[in-house]
């Protein structure tokens, strides 16, 4: 989910370059500080560009393994939604009415519908962020991060999610004749050459595929009509890149299977790579492979980057707070794995610990509605992307684009 994060911050990166790399001038007023923490939010940093993506997460989350989230907690992100269905990433003031200045987004509006829809009783809400998000598709049949931006894989892959949490058809939602899954598969790249059967963000200004890590994590996902939260399954297709036969998503999810298993042969977890930052493990993108691999051939087939998990994920799920332990309840649960007893971990105490006390929660789990004093909220990882784009001078290329420089085998 690192694309997502990084067109998160794409705007604050952008004023913050344009200011080291512009003459010396006299000195502006400082920055306005971070709004103060609402009440009701999961986290403990700032909201400002991923307020409703960690929100939509960490209820999502507690849902998924049987807790009922916190009233305050599900009314603050209702009370973020736009009049006309869409949510942008936070919205201090929502006493005021959504203008063309409140930069709305198909990322944020997916995630808030899957995580509505699953608690129930929002279906008002998410009919309208539905209708919005079907109103801003591309004659591509996808979508972009922004309304009219071309469409990307991580982009039509949540709202692919949204659309079947909402009981759509995604093949019947149609724009120009297309649909997401012709989208996606034209985001696929061939099983022949550099990064085989890798689903790629966006294609570059010379309509080039470039394979990424990342966007085909969420490729196999959103190719085989499933959401943020993949039910455990049973073995599926076997994991061989193939281009024989005519293009189907079923075959794209696994030919992008394929490419994955091999990515994480070697260490058992994907890098990640930043212009100017060593190369590092990538914790979350290796979360969203395990649920990737497991939605597409089983829980057997992500054994291997689930251990790995198990046994290093904690501190970094502590220092990136809710959607982080999201993401590992999401890999705990696609694969039958228990997220109580993670590597030793209790992903659903710590994750509940990040909010307002949720209503109720199993005997002996320990929840606690205090917020843990070092958690963050991704906005560590957030605020660490955006030093390394300032760092590497041409850093904001690899923000806007989120095409990291992952190739793998």
């Known amino acids: 989910m690192n694309v997502r994060r990084r067109a998160m911050v794409l705007a604050a990166a952008t004023a913050v370059i344009g200011a080291v790399t512009s003459p010396a001038v006299a000195a502006g007023p400082s920055p306005a500080a971070p709004p103060a923490l609402p009440s009701g939010l999961y986290g403990s940093s700032d909201p400002t560009y991923d307020g409703v993506w960690r929100q939509s997460l960490a209820l999502l989350a507690q849902h998924t393994v049987g807790v009922r989230p916190a009233t305050s907690a599900v009314d603050w992100l209702t009370g973020q939604q736009c009049a ?50 079907k109103s801003v598709q591309n004659t591509d049949g996808g979508w972009g991060y922004a309304p009219g931006g071309a469409s990307d894989t991580n982009s039509t892959s949540v709202v692919v999610g949204a659309l079947t949490a909402v009981g759509e058809k995604p093949a019947r939602i149609e724009k120009g004749g297309r649909s997401p899954y012709d989208a996606l598969v034209k985001l696929a790249l061939p099983c022949e050459g550099e990064g085989s059967g890798a689903f790629a963000f966006q294609p570059d200004k010379k309509r080039k595929l470039a394979a990424n890590a990342d966007a085909t994590a969420a490729g196999v996902v959103g190719a085989l009509g499933k959401g943020l939260m993949v039910e455990p399954a049973m073995k599926g297709e076997a994991a061989v890149c193939s281009d024989s036969g005519s293009p189907s998503p079923q075959r794209a999810a696994a030919n992008g299977a394929a490419y994955l298993t091999k990515a994480l042969g070697k260490d058992g977890h994907l890098m990640s790579a930043l212009p100017g930052a060593t190369d590092q493990p990538d914790f979350g993108n290796t979360a969203d492979a395990v649920v990737a691999l497991a939605a597409q051939g089983g829980a057997e087939r992500a054994a291997g980057p689930l251990k790995w998990l198990e046994r290093n994920s904690s501190a970094w799920a502590k220092q990136s707070g809710p959607a982080a332990y999201a993401q590992l309840v999401f890999a705990a649960h696609a694969t039958g794995t228990d997220p109580r007893d993670f590597g030793g971990t209790d992903l659903v105490r710590q994750l509940n610990a990040t909010g307002p006390a949720p209503q109720t929660a199993p005997a002996g789990s320990g929840e606690s509605g205090e917020s843990a004093a070092d958690d963050g909220s991704g906005g560590g990882n957030v605020w660490w992307m955006v030093g390394a784009g300032l760092a590497a001078g041409a850093g904001i290329g690899f923000l806007l684009s989120g095409r990291a420089k992952r190739k793998r085998p």
């Open 84 to 133: 006309n269905g869409a949510f942008a990433p936070f919205r201090a003031d929502v006493s005021k009415p959504c203008d063309a200045k409140v930069m709305v987004d198909t990322n944020n509006t997916a995630a808030a519908v899957q995580a509505l829809t699953a608690l129930g009783g929002h279906r008002a809400a998410t009919g309208k962020a539905v209708a919005w998000l």
